[in-house]
């Protein structure tokens, strides 16, 4: 289901290793080692080398010269971390920030799909 738990959950470690969706290709992606990456004059894009996993053969592509614009990069999903009195998994801390904020939707703004699924957290600004 969009949205739901394990996806935000998802989405999040993938953020947490390095991980980015992309919005328009509908995939997560990661930096590819070793290769330079060259940002635009107006800091609104990078171009270079990119590792994207591929849900259809489920596997990691490497692709090269690839632009990708900052604006097609979902934000991740922001789960809260390290609570006090939390167990420190992102799934306790989900559930405690949900019980905190009344279960309102507490894990931050954008709660797009996760892995496989519809989109999902990706970092917003590419490691700088």
Request: net charge neutral; with cysteine.
């Amino acid at each position: 289901m969009p949205q739901d738990e394990a996806q935000l959950i998802a989405a999040d470690e993938l953020c947490n290793r390095g991980w980015w969706w992309h919005k328009k290709f509908r995939c997560w992606f990661i930096h590819a080692p070793n290769n330079p990456v060259v940002k635009s004059a107006a800091n609104r894009s990078e171009r270079g080398t990119y590792l994207f996993f591929d849900t259809n053969i489920w596997d990691v592509v490497q692709k090269s010269d690839v632009e990708v614009f900052f604006e097609d990069v979902e934000r991740p999903p922001g789960l809260p971390r390290n609570l006090p009195g939390a167990a420190p998994n992102a799934a306790a801390n989900l559930a405690a920030a949900q019980k905190a904020a009344g279960a309102t939707g507490a894990a931050g703004g954008n709660q797009a799909a996760a892995a496989g699924g519809a989109g999902a957290g990706a970092a917003g600004v590419l490691r700088q």
